[in-house]
């Protein structure tokens, strides 16, 4: 069985409709964080919608995910030995403490600074001690029970500062954050989530390269997750060739959550839905505006390929962007499918 995946921030657990815990395999909950070495999560409102889910959904696993973007502290306390016994030891309490399933780790990234965040060459290092000690950590309270996962930057970039045949080894799965691909780091337009690359696109991130780079660093197909977005990438000041497509923008602007462009943008108030065949892509364009998403479509296309390719499962970013409460039910449907 292919998992289903969801992140979802603490206040959203309470409002999560019994059809999406029930099609969800694994519920991600954003975000534990490192505070001057320790790993904090200090929700007790939790507990009961927590409790409601495990109702709901018995088999359900529910993982606290640790960090997310500009989230700093893993550097320093990846760097010692006592440091990372500690965040060991906290993870197993958080997880006790709150009957959770696991941990996930959302270290974004590595060795880069990008974020804001501390970093350090030695972290390529570091992060595979880190990982081996909280599974040593895990497998001493109850041998298999626990699940140790990550979220891992869906290009090569994240391949260069980690060790990736020794991270999978210790891991039940990698998740590849194959979204947010390009954004507001590029002027160029083009689809930050799309499944294959355009032959023309200057740039090729895509979740096939990402799968394909990431299996050829030492991770097996059966232990990569793929990553889809319930929210759009988009630019302004785009020039009316190509509907817009790899064109060079003004720049980037903010996003919109699913259920906006829902209400508000696909085939609404002068924006025009198309179709990339090649990238297996859809985009939004007004004349002057574009706008990168995924949809039914292409959920649809990274489901078909990932079962193709032998992978463990799909992922999204994040439950609450989908108001419509449409896409979690589709993909289910999509990866139950014979």
Same mark, same amino acid.
């Given at each position: 069985?292919?998992?289903?995946?969801?992140?979802?921030?603490?206040?959203?657990l309470a409002n999560m409709l019994e059809k999406d815990i029930k099609a969800l395999d694994v519920i991600n909950i954003a975000f534990g964080?490192v505070v001057s070495g320790r790993v904090v999560w200090e929700h007790p409102e939790c507990r009961e919608p927590l409790a409601r889910i495990?109702?709901?959904?018995?088999?359900?696993?529910?993982?606290?995910?640790?960090?997310?973007?500009?989230?700093?502290?893993?550097?320093?306390?990846?760097?010692?030995?006592?440091?990372?016994?500690?965040?060991?030891?906290?993870?197993?309490?958080?997880?006790?403490?709150?009957?959770?399933?696991?941990?996930?780790?959302?270290?974004?990234?590595?060795?880069?600074?990008?974020?804001?965040?501390?970093?350090?060459?030695?972290?390529?290092?570091?992060?595979?001690?880190?990982?081996?000690?909280?599974?040593?950590?895990?497998?001493?309270?109850?041998?298999?029970?626990?699940?140790?996962?990550?979220?891992?930057?869906?290009?090569?970039?994240?391949?260069?500062?980690?060790?990736?045949?020794?991270v999978a080894a210790c891991l039940d799965y990698v998740q590849l954050m194959t979204y947010d691909l390009r954004g507001s780091f590029q002027?160029?337009?083009?689809? #930050?989530?799309?499944?294959?690359?355009?032959?023309?696109?200057?740039?090729?991130?895509?979740?096939?390269?990402?799968?394909?780079?990431? #299996?050829?660093?030492?991770?097996?197909?059966?232990?990569?997750?793929?990553?889809?977005?319930?929210?759009?990438?988009?630019?302004?000041?785009?020039?009316?060739?190509?509907?817009?497509?790899?064109?060079?923008?003004?720049?980037?602007?903010?996003? #919109?959550?699913?259920?906006?462009?829902?209400?508000?943008?696909?085939?609404?108030?002068?924006?025009?839905?198309?179709?990339?065949?090649?990238?297996?892509?859809?985009?939004?364009?007004?004349?002057?505006?574009?706008?990168?998403?995924?949809?039914?479509?292409?959920?649809?296309?990274?489901?078909?390929?990932?079962?193709?390719?032998?992978?463990?499962?799909?992922?999204?970013?994040?439950?609450?962007?989908?108001?419509?409460?449409?896409?979690?039910? #589709?993909?289910?449907?999509?990866?139950?499918?014979?």
């Amino acid at each position: 069985m292919n998992r289903l995946i969801g992140y979802a921030g603490e206040k959203e657990l309470a409002n999560m409709l019994e059809k999406d815990i029930k099609a969800l395999d694994v519920i991600n909950i954003a975000f534990g964080h490192v505070v001057s070495g320790r790993v904090v999560w200090e929700h007790p409102e939790c507990r009961e919608p927590l409790a409601r889910i495990r109702t709901i959904h018995p088999e359900v696993k529910l993982v606290l995910s640790i960090g997310g973007w500009s989230a700093g502290g893993f550097s320093d306390a990846a760097s010692t030995p006592e440091g990372r016994e500690i965040f060991a030891q906290d993870c197993v309490a958080l997880v006790k403490e709150y009957g959770l399933d696991g941990v996930d780790l959302d270290w974004e990234y590595p060795c880069m600074d990008i974020a804001g965040i501390d970093a350090r060459p030695e972290d390529k290092e570091n992060f595979t001690l880190l990982l081996q000690g909280i599974r040593a950590a895990l497998e001493q309270e109850e041998a298999g029970r626990y699940l140790l996962t990550i979220a891992a930057g869906g290009d090569s970039y994240y391949i260069k500062n980690t060790q990736m045949e020794e991270v999978a080894a210790c891991l039940d799965y990698v998740q590849l954050m194959t979204y947010d691909l390009r954004g507001s780091f590029q002027v160029v337009t083009g689809h #930050h989530t799309s499944l294959f690359s355009d032959q023309t696109d200057l740039f090729d991130p895509c979740v096939e390269k990402a799968v394909r780079v990431f #299996h050829e660093a030492g991770v097996p197909y059966d232990k990569i997750v793929i990553g889809a977005a319930f929210y759009s990438r988009e630019w302004e000041g785009v020039p009316d060739r190509d509907n817009g497509l790899l064109q060079h923008a003004k720049g980037p602007v903010p996003g #919109h959550p699913f259920h906006v462009l829902t209400a508000e943008f696909i085939n609404k108030n002068g924006y025009t839905r198309h179709w990339d065949d090649e990238a297996k892509a859809p985009w939004l364009y007004n004349g002057e505006r574009f706008i990168s998403y995924d949809d039914e479509q292409s959920l649809s296309c990274k489901i078909a390929w990932l079962k193709e390719q032998g992978l463990h499962g799909i992922m999204f970013w994040v439950y609450e962007d989908d108001g419509t409460h449409t896409l979690v039910s #589709h993909m289910r449907t999509e990866l139950d499918a014979q």
